[in-house]
């Protein structure tokens, strides 16, 4: 009874328990939450029939357990009871848990599949990644850098309400769905009254409205996430690419796949300037109307205000390859420079933009306005998408003032040459703020690509557009290919600033996206947001380039294999012994020749260069002494006259004439020379390919080299003083001065006979021996000759000229034989008549004057033979000599290497002028050997882009 009485305690406090005032538990309030949830997710039956079986059981252990009784149970003895209330408690917990797991699983996974429909498949862009970026874990603690990166709650409340937005579109399908509890509240506001009704309808279309901005707002949010993973995603690209200290993947980056891809592009643009060769290689091809806004989009690509600008002014006067890669640096380069330009430097970016624009107008020919030669630029950064674009100049309608007459044919060539390769992307810009009918570009793109599988249109100034365009659907039109004849790929609209020249890329791109952000052509879904802003552009651009590449590469490389056969072979036919050089190596063996033969000019002997020297300065004033110094003098009475007489002319004539002439006559001894050595063949070896090079190399070298200034004046001093001595040394020097003075009035005479027998013409040997004849006015000379050589015979001392009696006696005695003559003939005849008779006599006086070196020893005194003519001419001579061994110094110690300095640096020159090098080195051996060089070039590096481009694929 004891144990009876305590169970029944115990009962009883159980029920007071259950009916009194409850109390909610911990236990009770889980059970509420658990009903909440299947609530939420059951229909109303199920939720009675829970309630329904609570009430049956409102004794449960799962509601109230007295767990301070469960000792009191135990002393009592109620073991079997114990048993029972433990396997409801358990069960009662692994329904529980079983309800609060299953809640978990399941809205985990409705949260991914949610998350996973907003979240694009970024597998496609993983080409866009270079390889070393899947390696970086290795070298890089990305622990450090996740705890950086905001957590997954800041980016999932970037998510939109989904909930929200369910329960919205639940209350507007309840609106249009007949039978719904929606239409039956519609029908009863409805009978409401009228003003109800309308208010309704405007709060309806506030909620779609709103739920338009929302998903607006969400595609932004989303856009925005994007440009922040890709601006951590620049800064990491940056990092690593700076960081070269353990060299991770260093000759990737020097040799990227465009990098590669760029380089057959440029020699194929030097091979062929005027893009005639049957290339198919894939680049992005940039046209429109002039002022279309080309170049604000190229720069929009490539971060960078990079091209000069003017307003309504045409900038673009030939085409500018850029090629966009990676790299650490926001910095462009030249392809034939080394200079780069930092893009983050307004200086520098001032500096390119002139550059550009001086190169433009270097390659713009007199008398044209545009050019079809390339201007090649690299343009590096990180985060800029990989390719190949070629701005073109702008298509015009109307040639204007200051321009050539072809330049909008001009214009046209060079855009169908670019367009017609097959594998060209064409790039067609159009501008939004002019009416469409006014757009020459879309015609002739559509004559190009009439099926538009290679074109992407561009809408720009979307913005001028949106303002000025009445009908918004005109836009639409325009950007879904229905308004323009011409088919397209895709298209796309952008905005490229204000207009302000000035503007940053950065606020350009803040403007078009708060432009799009707030534009009415993304709220009512006239455009699409993967049509919109440069950055899905370039991305668009940059995939269609990658395919294009892929898909055409190979086949260009088997036919430049080909084109490398067919050349390979004409060359072993034609010239098998020789090797393929090109004009540039030929160039080099020619410079090496050229300088071998002016060192040359060095190794003259000293008596080689003064023998030519006082020979030809000889010839050179050998009239002037015998004509104005030694006739002159030799007319005097005496010896003292004489005397007096050399010396003031020999000092007029070295004051004013000599050192000029003696310095000439050198310079022209250095030029002949070096001319001998430049056309001198050598035998087998020669090669007249260099002949037109070394001609030019000699002639442009002499035009360049001027004597030193400074030679006359010590040459003046040194002949004047040699002029000034008399004493002549030995017998020896005697007999050398005779001997020269003997040959020069030999020389004299002979000329003297020569002119002579023109005069009077052939005698009676030739007449009879060679049946010649005089003519009429020969016969006259020779009478008048005869009759002057009497005259002569009568008074051997007779002066040099003729007296007018003498004249008018001559002619007078001619007359009486029947020849009519003039005075002038007379005297011009007496002139070489008396000349031939002073010569002679002066040979005779040479001949006497050999044995009279003893005479001049002792001054010719107690003499009547004088020979101060020896004299004259041994100080003649010694004049020579001491000039000839000046000039000779002056050769060797500076005119000749100067003028070898002249020669290097016209082979630099020449070196650096392609032009000048094409026009002198010339010939079917050469283009052919360009050809080969050029075209086997190109296959290997082909070859080796597409190896690397496959490695990257794997």
Same mark, same amino acid.
């Given at each position: 009874?004891?144990?009876?009485?305590?169970?029944?305690?115990?009962?009883?406090?159980?029920?007071?328990?259950?009916?009194?005032?409850?109390?909610?538990?911990?236990?009770?309030?889980?059970?509420?939450?658990?009903?909440?949830?299947?609530?939420?997710?059951? =229909?109303?039956?199920?939720?009675?029939?829970?309630?329904?079986?609570?009430?049956?059981?409102? &004794?449960?252990?799962?509601?109230?357990?007295?767990?301070?009784?469960?000792?009191?149970?135990?002393?009592?003895?109620?073991?079997?009871?114990?048993?029972?209330?433990?396997?409801?408690?358990? /069960?009662?917990?692994?329904?529980?848990?079983?309800?609060?797991?299953?809640?978990?699983?399941?809205?985990?996974?409705?949260? @991914?599949?949610?998350?996973?429909?907003?979240?694009?498949?970024?597998?496609?862009?993983?080409?866009?990644?270079?390889?070393?970026?899947?390696?970086?874990?290795?070298?890089?603690?990305?622990?450090?850098?996740?705890?950086?990166?905001?957590?997954?709650?800041?980016?999932?409340?970037?998510?939109?309400?989904?909930?929200?937005?369910? *329960?919205?579109?639940?209350?507007?399908?309840?609106?249009?769905?007949?039978?719904?509890?929606?239409?039956?509240?519609?029908?009863?506001?409805?009978?409401?009254?009228?003003?109800?009704?309308?208010?309704?309808?405007?709060?309806?279309?506030?909620?779609?409205?709103?739920?338009?901005?929302?998903?607006?707002?969400?595609?932004?949010?989303?856009?925005?996430?994007?440009?922040?993973?890709?601006?951590?995603?620049?800064?990491?690209?940056?990092?690593?690419?700076?960081?070269?200290?353990?060299?991770?993947?260093?000759?990737?980056?020097?040799?990227?796949?465009?990098?590669?891809?760029?380089?057959?592009?440029?020699?194929?643009?030097?091979?062929?300037?005027?893009?005639?060769?049957?290339?198919?290689?894939?680049?992005?091809?940039?046209?429109?109307?002039?002022?279309?806004?080309?170049?604000?989009?190229?720069?929009?690509?490539?971060?960078?205000?990079? &091209?000069?600008?003017?307003?309504?002014?045409?900038?673009?006067?030939?085409?500018?390859?850029?090629?966009?890669?990676?790299?650490?640096?926001?910095?462009?380069? +030249?392809?034939?420079?080394?200079?780069?330009?930092?893009?983050?430097?307004?200086?520098?970016?001032?500096?390119?933009?002139?550059?550009?624009?001086?190169?433009?107008?270097?390659?713009?020919?007199?008398?044209?306005?545009?050019?079809?030669?390339?201007? /090649?630029?690299?343009?590096?950064?990180?985060?800029?998408?990989?390719?190949?674009?070629?701005?073109?100049?702008?298509?015009?309608?109307?040639?204007?003032?200051?321009?050539? =007459?072809?330049?909008?044919?001009?214009?046209?060539?060079?855009? @169908?040459?670019?367009?017609?390769?097959?594998?060209?992307?064409?790039?067609?810009?159009?501008?939004?703020?002019?009416?469409?009918?006014?757009?020459?570009?879309?015609?002739?793109? /559509?004559?190009?690509?009439?099926?538009?599988?290679?074109?992407?249109?561009?809408?720009?100034?979307?913005?001028?557009?949106?303002?000025?365009?009445?009908?918004?659907?005109?836009?639409?039109?325009?950007?879904?290919?229905?308004?323009?004849?011409?088919?397209?790929?895709?298209?796309?609209?952008?905005?490229?600033?204000?207009?302000?020249?000035?503007?940053?890329?950065?606020?350009?791109?803040?403007?078009?996206?708060?432009?799009?952000?707030?534009? @009415?052509?993304?709220?009512?879904?006239?455009?699409?947001?993967?049509?919109?802003?440069?950055?899905?552009?370039?991305?668009?651009?940059?995939?269609?380039?990658?395919?294009?590449?892929?898909?055409?590469?190979?086949?260009?490389?088997?036919?430049?294999?080909?084109?490398? +056969?067919?050349?390979?072979?004409?060359?072993?036919?034609?010239?098998?012994?020789?090797?393929?050089?090109?004009?540039?190596?030929?160039?080099?063996?020619?410079?090496?020749?050229?300088?071998?033969?002016?060192?040359?000019?060095?190794?003259?002997?000293?008596?080689?260069?003064?023998?030519?020297?006082?020979?030809?300065?000889?010839?050179?004033?050998?009239?002037?002494?015998?004509?104005?110094?030694?006739?002159?003098?030799?007319?005097?009475?005496?010896?003292?006259?004489?005397?007096?007489?050399? #010396?003031?002319?020999?000092?007029?004539?070295?004051?004013?004439?000599?050192?000029?002439?003696?310095?000439?006559?050198?310079?022209?001894?250095?030029?002949? *020379? &070096?001319?001998?050595?430049?056309?001198?063949?050598?035998?087998?070896?020669?090669?007249?390919?260099?002949?037109?090079?070394?001609?030019?190399?000699?002639?442009?070298?002499?035009?360049?080299?001027?004597?030193?200034?400074?030679?006359? #004046?010590?040459?003046?001093?040194?002949?004047?003083?040699?002029?000034?001595?008399?004493?002549?040394?030995?017998?020896?020097?005697? #007999?050398?001065?005779?001997?020269?003075?003997?040959?020069?009035?030999?020389?004299?005479?002979?000329?003297?006979?020569?002119?002579?027998?023109?005069?009077?013409?052939?005698?009676?040997?030739?007449?009879?021996?060679?049946?010649? /004849?005089?003519?009429?006015?020969?016969?006259?000379?020779?009478?008048?000759?005869?009759?002057?050589?009497?005259?002569?015979?009568?008074?051997?001392?007779?002066?040099?000229?003729?007296?007018?009696?003498?004249?008018?006696?001559?002619?007078?005695?001619?007359?009486?034989?029947?020849?009519?003559?003039?005075?002038?003939?007379?005297?011009?005849?007496?002139?070489?008549?008396?000349?031939?008779?002073?010569?002679?006599?002066?040979?005779?006086?040479?001949?006497?004057?050999?044995?009279? +070196?003893?005479?001049?020893?002792?001054?010719?005194?107690?003499?009547?033979?004088?020979?101060?003519?020896?004299?004259? &001419?041994?100080?003649?001579?010694?004049?020579?000599?001491?000039?000839?061994?000046?000039?000779?110094?002056?050769?060797?110690?500076?005119?000749?290497?100067?003028?070898?300095?002249?020669?290097?640096?016209?082979? *630099?020159?020449?070196?650096?002028?392609?032009?000048?090098?094409?026009?002198?080195?010339?010939?079917?051996?050469?283009?052919?050997?360009?050809?080969?060089? @050029?075209?086997?070039?190109?296959?290997?590096?082909? *070859?080796?882009?597409?190896?690397?481009?496959?490695?990257?694929?794997?």
């Amino acid at each position: 009874r004891a144990g009876a009485a305590a169970s029944c305690v115990v009962c009883r406090n159980i029920v007071s328990g259950t009916h009194g005032a409850r109390r909610t538990s911990p236990w009770q309030k889980l059970h509420l939450v658990s009903r909440s949830i299947r609530h939420s997710h059951h =229909p109303v039956s199920k939720f009675q029939r829970l309630s329904l079986r609570t009430a049956v059981q409102p &004794f449960s252990t799962f509601n109230r357990f007295p767990l301070h009784k469960s000792k009191l149970l135990v002393k009592y003895g109620f073991q079997p009871r114990r048993d029972f209330w433990l396997a409801r408690l358990a /069960s009662r917990l692994l329904k529980l848990r079983y309800i609060i797991l299953g809640s978990a699983v399941g809205g985990g996974y409705a949260a @991914k599949k949610t998350l996973d429909e907003w979240i694009p498949d970024f597998s496609e862009y993983k080409w866009i990644v270079p390889d070393f970026i899947w390696e970086l874990d290795e070298y890089i603690d990305f622990d450090k850098i996740s705890k950086a990166l905001p957590e997954s709650e800041d980016l999932l409340k970037l998510l939109p309400d989904f909930d929200k937005i369910g *329960e919205s579109f639940d209350f507007l399908k309840g609106f249009f769905t007949p039978g719904s509890p929606g239409e039956t509240a519609f029908r009863a506001t409805d009978q409401g009254g009228e003003n109800e009704k309308q208010y309704k309808k405007v709060s309806d279309k506030d909620k779609i409205d709103q739920l338009q901005e929302e998903l607006l707002r969400t595609q932004l949010k989303y856009q925005r996430m994007l440009e922040r993973l890709e601006k951590e995603n620049k800064e990491l690209r940056k990092i690593v690419l700076q960081k070269d200290d353990k060299g991770i993947h260093q000759r990737k980056l020097k040799k990227s796949l465009i990098d590669m891809y760029s380089e057959v592009l440029d020699i194929l643009s030097d091979y062929d300037a005027s893009y005639n060769t049957q290339d198919h290689l894939p680049r992005v091809v940039v046209v429109g109307d002039q002022s279309a806004g080309k170049t604000s989009v190229l720069e929009m690509i490539a971060q960078a205000r990079i &091209f000069p600008r003017g307003s309504g002014e045409m900038m673009t006067r030939s085409p500018v390859m850029v090629t966009l890669s990676e790299g650490p640096h926001h910095v462009a380069i +030249f392809k034939d420079s080394s200079r780069e330009f930092d893009l983050t430097k307004e200086e520098d970016l001032a500096a390119l933009r002139n550059e550009i624009e001086v190169r433009m107008r270097k390659s713009v020919k007199e008398g044209y306005t545009v050019s079809a030669q390339t201007i /090649s630029l690299n343009v590096k950064g990180p985060g800029l998408q990989r390719m190949v674009l070629v701005d073109l100049p702008g298509v015009i309608s109307t040639v204007t003032s200051g321009m050539a =007459p072809d330049t909008k044919e001009t214009i046209f060539s060079i855009s @169908k040459a670019y367009m017609q390769n097959p594998n060209a992307i064409i790039l067609c810009i159009q501008d939004g703020s002019v009416d469409a009918e006014r757009s020459i570009v879309t015609d002739l793109v /559509s004559q190009m690509d009439p099926q538009g599988k290679r074109t992407i249109f561009v809408l720009t100034k979307v913005d001028l557009a949106e303002k000025n365009v009445a009908s918004p659907n005109r836009i639409q039109q325009i950007i879904e290919g229905k308004l323009f004849p011409m088919k397209a790929l895709g298209y796309f609209a952008v905005v490229t600033g204000k207009g302000n020249s000035s503007e940053s890329i950065e606020s350009i791109r803040e403007y078009e996206e708060e432009f799009f952000q707030n534009s @009415k052509l993304l709220k009512k879904c006239m455009l699409k947001a993967h049509q919109v802003t440069t950055r899905n552009l370039s991305l668009a651009v940059s995939d269609c380039f990658w395919k294009m590449v892929r898909e055409s590469v190979e086949q260009q490389a088997d036919a430049f294999k080909a084109t490398r +056969f067919n050349l390979e072979t004409e060359w072993k036919n034609n010239y098998p012994r020789l090797r393929e050089l090109d004009r540039n190596e030929l160039f080099e063996k020619a410079k090496n020749e050229i300088l071998d033969e002016v060192i040359s000019l060095s190794q003259v002997t000293p008596k080689h260069w003064e023998e030519i020297l006082q020979k030809t300065l000889w010839e050179r004033v050998s009239t002037h002494v015998i004509e104005n110094i030694y006739l002159p003098a030799a007319q005097t009475m005496n010896s003292g006259t004489f005397n007096t007489t050399v #010396d003031i002319k020999l000092k007029q004539w070295t004051d004013k004439q000599l050192p000029n002439k003696a310095v000439e006559v050198a310079w022209e001894t250095l030029q002949e *020379e &070096f001319s001998r050595f430049m056309t001198e063949q050598k035998g087998k070896e020669h090669d007249d390919i260099f002949d037109k090079l070394k001609q030019a190399v000699k002639e442009e070298s002499i035009k360049r080299h001027k004597w030193n200034e400074r030679a006359e #004046d010590s040459l003046r001093v040194i002949q004047h003083n040699a002029l000034e001595d008399r004493s002549i040394s030995d017998k020896q020097q005697w #007999d050398a001065a005779i001997q020269f003075m003997e040959e020069t009035l030999q020389s004299r005479l002979k000329d003297t006979e020569s002119v002579i027998e023109d005069m009077v013409g052939p005698d009676w040997k030739k007449r009879w021996l060679y049946w010649l /004849s005089r003519t009429k006015e020969q016969g006259i000379r020779n009478e008048t000759k005869n009759e002057l050589e009497k005259m002569i015979k009568c008074n051997e001392e007779h002066p040099a000229y003729l007296a007018n009696d003498e004249v008018t006696t001559v002619r007078k005695n001619l007359e009486a034989r029947g020849v009519a003559v003039d005075p002038c003939l007379i005297k011009d005849t007496w002139h070489q008549v008396y000349r031939r008779h002073f010569l002679k006599g002066a040979l005779s006086h040479c001949n006497l004057c050999r044995r009279g +070196f003893y005479y001049y020893q002792r001054h010719f005194v107690d003499s009547e033979l004088e020979c101060n003519d020896v004299v004259l &001419f041994w100080r003649i001579q010694r004049m020579l000599a001491i000039t000839a061994n000046t000039l000779r110094q002056q050769l060797a110690n500076n005119e000749v290497r100067r003028l070898e300095k002249n020669v290097k640096e016209v082979l *630099e020159d020449f070196a650096e002028d392609y032009e000048k090098k094409v026009k002198l080195i010339t010939g079917k051996r050469v283009q052919l050997a360009e050809d080969l060089k @050029k075209v086997r070039e190109i296959q290997e590096k082909l *070859e080796a882009f597409i190896e690397a481009l496959h490695q990257e694929e794997k």
